[in-house]
């Protein structure tokens, strides 16, 4: 088993900046604790099967917050893009403010990326913008469920507030700013569930399509880039049956949101009246 990354070495932490460590060295840390844990890649490997089943058709998938360069591991089309400069990365842009043409992107993706966001509207608001009509969000995010919030409370340095508004009417962030990894891994859970007619109504133009808790055993066992991974190679197979099994236990016990939004057409202009 990978042990732990520990508090206080700046070169191990894959989730957030420790001591000294910059935003690039925990993508760096990532990498690595990727590159060493297959029951985490499989994790993926199939959040990104779910992610490709949702997409609209056409040549542009734009990945936001792809720095790591996981994705393009299982989709080599993506264009990635990501604040933070690294080798993976085609295009450096803010998810919010992308280089980007009105209505000239198929898909837009994101792993791990909108609870980071402290303007999550602004996300919104910018994939309504470059998203052609037809054109797809799909996000997959953390989800908060009792089971996980417990273990995120007590394993997990990303911060759960469930009593924040993610949809505020003034221009506060939704949570204290610190740098690219500052977060509240409760924003896509109230976003999508809580707050759902808040959203629908503020972004008439994003249509949701899907919502699908996912990960009850698989994601936890694995120990996502911060923890152990609690499981040996050779055990994989029992794991997913036990995710299998205890799928329909997902809003008690899911870990992971696959959350899919698709641009509709803009509504035609309303025809002068007839004298």
């Given at each position: 088993?990978?042990?732990?990354?520990?508090?206080?070495?700046?070169?191990?932490?894959?989730?957030?900046?420790?001591?000294?460590?910059?935003?690039?060295?925990?993508?760096?840390?990532?990498?690595?604790?990727?590159?060493?844990r297959p029951l985490l890649r499989e994790v993926y490997r199939r959040a990104l099967t779910a992610i490709e089943r949702e997409l609209a058709p056409g040549p542009r998938t734009v990945e936001i917050g792809g720095?790591?360069?996981?994705?393009?591991?299982?989709?080599?089309?993506?264009?990635?893009?990501?604040?933070?400069?690294?080798?993976?990365?085609?295009?450096?842009?803010?998810?919010?403010?992308?280089?980007?043409?009105?209505?000239?992107?198929?898909?837009?993706i994101g792993i791990d990326c909108l609870h980071h966001l402290p303007h999550p509207s602004t996300l919104f608001a910018e994939a309504t913008r470059v998203l052609r009509p037809g054109g797809r969000l799909v996000?997959?995010?953390?989800?908060?469920?009792?089971?996980?919030?417990?273990?995120?409370?007590?394993?997990?340095?990303?911060?759960?507030?469930?009593?924040?508004?993610?949809?505020?009417?003034?221009?506060?962030?939704?949570?204290?700013?610190?740098?690219?990894?500052?977060?509240?891994?409760?924003?896509?859970?109230?976003?999508?569930?809580?707050?759902?007619?808040?959203?629908?109504?503020?972004?008439?133009?994003?249509?949701?399509?899907?919502?699908?808790?996912?990960?009850?055993?698989?994601?936890?066992?694995?120990?996502?880039?911060?923890?152990?991974?609690?499981?040996?190679?050779?055990?994989?197979?029992?794991?997913?049956?036990?995710?299998?099994?205890?799928?329909?236990?997902?809003?008690?016990?899911?870990?992971?949101?696959?959350?899919?939004?698709?641009?509709?057409?803009?509504?035609?202009?309303?025809?002068?009246?007839?004298?």
């Amino acid at each position: 088993m990978q042990a732990p990354p520990r508090r206080g070495d700046a070169t191990r932490s894959a989730t957030v900046p420790v001591g000294d460590q910059t935003p690039a060295d925990v993508i760096a840390a990532r990498g690595a604790a990727w590159a060493a844990r297959p029951l985490l890649r499989e994790v993926y490997r199939r959040a990104l099967t779910a992610i490709e089943r949702e997409l609209a058709p056409g040549p542009r998938t734009v990945e936001i917050g792809g720095g790591s360069g996981m994705a393009r591991e299982f989709l080599p089309q993506l264009l990635v893009t990501d604040i933070v400069a690294t080798p993976h990365v085609d295009v450096v842009a803010d998810a919010t403010r992308l280089p980007f043409a009105a209505s000239s992107v198929d898909n837009l993706i994101g792993i791990d990326c909108l609870h980071h966001l402290p303007h999550p509207s602004t996300l919104f608001a910018e994939a309504t913008r470059v998203l052609r009509p037809g054109g797809r969000l799909v996000l997959i995010e953390p989800y908060i469920s009792p089971v996980s919030r417990l273990a995120f409370a007590l394993a997990h340095p990303e911060p759960v507030d469930l009593a924040a508004d993610p949809l505020p009417d003034d221009d506060r962030p939704v949570f204290a700013t610190g740098g690219p990894f500052a977060a509240n891994q409760a924003i896509p859970t109230l976003l999508f569930f809580r707050h759902r007619a808040r959203l629908a109504a503020r972004f008439p133009a994003l249509a949701l399509r899907t919502t699908r808790r996912m990960s009850t055993i698989a994601y936890p066992l694995s120990g996502g880039f911060s923890q152990p991974t609690w499981v040996p190679a050779w055990a994989a197979g029992a794991v997913w049956a036990l995710e299998r099994l205890t799928s329909p236990l997902a809003p008690l016990m899911a870990f992971r949101l696959l959350v899919t939004l698709e641009r509709t057409a803009a509504p035609e202009p309303p025809r002068a009246a007839r004298p």
